[in-house]
């Protein structure tokens, strides 16, 4: 596929999932006391010294995170990407994230705490083997190190 005439190609959307809009009131010893609106506001502040167009969303609906993922094919942009809990499980998401990354696509997964420090349900992640890498444990700053991997690319 070729891109849309009007492509940005440093345009990346930074994609969140389930519960994600609860941060800082949602078990802030493990997430951190930042909000989504802290989360956005530091996303699009370090894009922009990038040089990146930086688009922050976030869902608790699959099936919308799905179709931003088509999105993300579609319009030639990167995905920085917190699944949250559809890491474990959510094989339409997977399946979104491989056609991201065989498109050519730059696709890193973030988590803000260490899924593997914590409860075996979260060790594994479907998302990973079709993610061009994966950052976790360092909070918001993994969102940091991720569209700097992005930048870089």
Known sequence: MTAP??????RVLVLNGPNLGRLGIRE??????????????????WGARLGLSVHVR????EARLVGWLHEAVDTRSAVVLNP??????SYAV??????VTGA????????LSNPAAREVFR??????????????GFGLDGYHLALRAVAAR
């Open 5 to 10: 005439a009007d492509a940005d190609p440093r």
């Open 94 to 99: 997977r399946d979104a994230c491989a056609m």
């Open 28 to 45: 802030p010893e493990i997430y951190g006391h930042e909000t989504i609106d802290d989360l956005t506001a530091a996303c699009e502040g």
């Open 104 to 111: 050519g696509l730059v696709l890193v997964e973030v988590h």
């Open 123 to 136: 060790h594994t992640s479907v998302v990973g083997a079709v993610a061009t890498g994966t950052i976790a």
């Open 84 to 89: 949250a809990a559809f890491t474990h499980y």
């Open 58 to 61: 976030q869902t608790d609906d």
